[in-house]
């Protein structure tokens, strides 16, 4: 079956908003998605119909135990993860990486060495450059080009020493859109013996996530992200998990897959991360071409590949309209022949605009999108903009339609005309 866009949009109750008799137009996805039917619908029966805290030995603990075997399975087959016990979960990515920066850290001495890059969200910055500050440690950065939207992979060549314990890396940039290629990234890494972390929160929402391609040791991404509620979920090689010290108290378990989880378990936020995989793995099996009894992993992939096709053409459609705007830049990749490196997620910048005005009309125009650093300190400081507002960021998701890609650059053009500027 061809990809069915209404057919998909059902699936989010949250698309039905109206603001001035139109639909609200979600833009603001790299910041946090709108939630699938099938999280909604897991959350509610986790609340409902066995809502009791874990490890006791009546009925509703057990079935809540069982719920929450059951989002570590569905978590393992999205990543591609070699067992459930690889799987946690956290409150969101930034936390997660605190909570591992600390435990990784231990194994750290003052001098040793870990490189950090200028395309990342800060969430995997300034963990870093503070155990870097604590530990005594050495911090590298493999830098990227403004011109080619690219890491420059010679930088990571002298970047990396025998003293590099850990690279940094993200699988997609929150603010250029660029997919980088961590695989290689970690084949150099590991040659001189160093930890790879992936943040995969901006190429979760739009790629099939395979941590054995990837060549990583930790991944983590965001469940409101990728159609689920505000969690997240990481993945680390047992091996590393199993040997690292957490930070918790006497009385918790240190057995996986709950050795680096504080407190009780938010079981429905599991169940409802759970419940956005099903809705890649419905998509797969819908729209993706798999065969009847497929795999749930095999249904992932193909859902995710359907959505990557998709999202592909919205991209394209919206850089095409913004390359026609006089004195604009789209701060990414842009050629047709590129858009396969990069998510959906566009930033653009037009000079002599402050880009929270333009993020103010948009969004008295029903559109919601988001200006300014975007938590990406790093890469819109070597941008140049960080002075200057930032960026203004649009980020269409499998979900959208090309209609709305149109009426937002068509709520470009009045912005432009009632706020002129004699450089464009």
Same mark, same amino acid.
């Given at each position: 079956?061809? =990809?069915?866009?209404?057919? &998909?949009?059902?699936?989010?109750?949250?698309?039905?908003?109206?603001?001035?008799?139109? +639909?609200?137009?979600?833009?603001?996805?790299? *910041?946090?998605?709108?939630?699938?039917?099938? #999280?909604?619908?897991?959350?509610?029966?986790?609340?409902?119909?066995?809502?009791?805290?874990?490890?006791?030995?009546?009925?509703?603990?057990?079935?809540?135990? $069982?719920?929450?075997?059951?989002?570590?399975?569905?978590?393992?087959?999205?990543? @591609?993860?070699?067992?459930?016990?690889?799987?946690?979960?956290?409150?969101?990515?930034?936390? %997660?990486?605190?909570?591992?920066?600390?435990? &990784?850290?231990?194994?750290?001495? $003052?001098?040793?060495?870990?490189?950090?890059?200028?395309?990342?969200?800060?969430?995997?910055?300034?963990?870093?450059?503070?155990?870097?500050?604590?530990?005594?440690?050495?911090?590298?950065?493999?830098?990227?080009?403004?011109?080619?939207?690219?890491?420059?992979?010679?930088?990571?060549?002298? $970047?990396?020493?025998?003293?590099?314990?850990?690279?940094?890396?993200?699988?997609?940039?929150?603010?250029?859109?660029?997919? @980088?290629?961590?695989?290689? %990234? *970690?084949?150099?890494?590991?040659?001189?013996?160093?930890?790879? =972390?992936?943040?995969?929160?901006?190429?979760?929402?739009?790629?099939?996530?395979?941590?054995?391609?990837?060549?990583?040791?930790?991944?983590?991404?965001?469940?409101?992200?990728?159609?689920?509620?505000?969690?997240?979920?990481?993945?680390?090689?047992?091996?590393?998990?199993? +040997?690292?010290?957490? =930070?918790?108290?006497? *009385? #918790?378990?240190?057995?996986?897959?709950?050795?680096?989880?504080?407190?009780?378990?938010?079981?429905?936020?599991?169940?409802?991360?759970?419940?956005?995989?099903?809705?890649?793995?419905? %998509?797969?099996? @819908?729209?993706?071409?798999?065969?009847?009894?497929?795999?749930?992993?095999?249904?992932?992939?193909?859902?995710? @590949? $359907?959505?990557?096709?998709?999202?592909?053409?919205?991209?394209?459609?919206?850089?095409?309209?913004?390359?026609?705007?006089?004195?604009?830049?789209?701060?990414?990749? *842009?050629?047709?022949?590129?858009?396969?490196?990069?998510?959906?997620?566009?930033?653009?910048?037009?000079?002599?605009?402050?880009?929270?005005?333009?993020?103010?009309?948009?969004?008295?125009?029903? %559109?919601?999108?988001?200006?300014?650093?975007?938590?990406?300190?790093?890469?819109?400081?070597?941008?140049?903009?960080?002075?200057?507002?930032?960026?203004?960021?649009?980020?269409?998701?499998?979900?959208?339609?090309?209609?709305?890609?149109?009426?937002?650059?068509?709520?470009?053009?009045?912005?432009?005309?009632?706020?002129?500027?004699?450089?464009?």
């Amino acid at each position: 079956m061809s =990809y069915d866009v209404e057919r &998909i949009r059902a699936e989010f109750p949250g698309l039905e908003r109206m603001q001035g008799g139109q +639909r609200t137009v979600f833009f603001d996805n790299p *910041a946090g998605s709108q939630i699938a039917r099938r #999280a909604v619908d897991r959350m509610v029966e986790a609340m409902t119909s066995a809502n009791a805290n874990l490890g006791g030995l009546f009925e509703t603990s057990i079935e809540a135990g $069982a719920r929450v075997r059951e989002a570590h399975a569905a978590a393992a087959d999205f990543v @591609n993860a070699t067992s459930p016990d690889e799987i946690f979960f956290g409150q969101s990515m930034t936390a %997660i990486t605190f909570t591992l920066s600390r435990a &990784i850290g231990r194994e750290f001495m $003052a001098g040793d060495e870990i490189v950090l890059t200028r395309m990342d969200h800060d969430g995997n910055v300034t963990p870093w450059l503070m155990l870097a500050e604590d530990r005594g440690l050495k911090v590298h950065w493999l830098d990227f080009s403004p011109e080619t939207f690219e890491y420059d992979l010679e930088s990571l060549g002298r $970047a990396l020493s025998p003293r590099t314990r850990l690279v940094a890396v993200n699988h997609a940039s929150n603010v250029t859109g660029t997919v @980088n290629d961590v695989a290689e %990234i *970690a084949r150099r890494a590991k040659s001189v013996g160093a930890l790879v =972390y992936v943040d995969a929160v901006q190429s979760a929402p739009h790629l099939p996530i395979d941590v054995q391609t990837l060549g990583c040791d930790v991944l983590v991404c965001s469940a409101y992200k990728f159609y689920g509620p505000h969690y997240a979920l990481a993945w680390g090689r047992r091996e590393l998990l199993e +040997r690292l010290t957490a =930070y918790k108290v006497r *009385a #918790a378990s240190n057995a996986l897959p709950f050795k680096f989880v504080n407190g009780t378990t938010n079981r429905e936020a599991l169940a409802g991360i759970r419940g956005a995989i099903e809705h890649f793995e419905w %998509i797969g099996r @819908n729209f993706g071409g798999v065969v009847a009894d497929a795999t749930r992993r095999a249904a992932i992939v193909a859902g995710a @590949n $359907a959505m990557r096709d998709y999202d592909r053409g919205l991209a394209k459609r919206l850089i095409d309209g913004l390359s026609a705007v006089p004195g604009l830049r789209v701060l990414g990749l *842009a050629r047709e022949t590129d858009l396969s490196r990069r998510v959906p997620t566009v930033s653009f910048d037009l000079p002599g605009h402050d880009p929270a005005v333009i993020a103010r009309f948009m969004a008295a125009s029903g %559109i919601n999108l988001w200006s300014g650093h975007n938590y990406g300190v790093e890469p819109v400081t070597r941008l140049g903009l960080l002075e200057k507002g930032g960026v203004v960021r649009v980020g269409p998701t499998h979900y959208n339609t090309g209609a709305e890609i149109d009426r937002f650059l068509e709520a470009l053009d009045r912005y432009r005309v009632s706020n002129s500027k004699a450089d464009l």
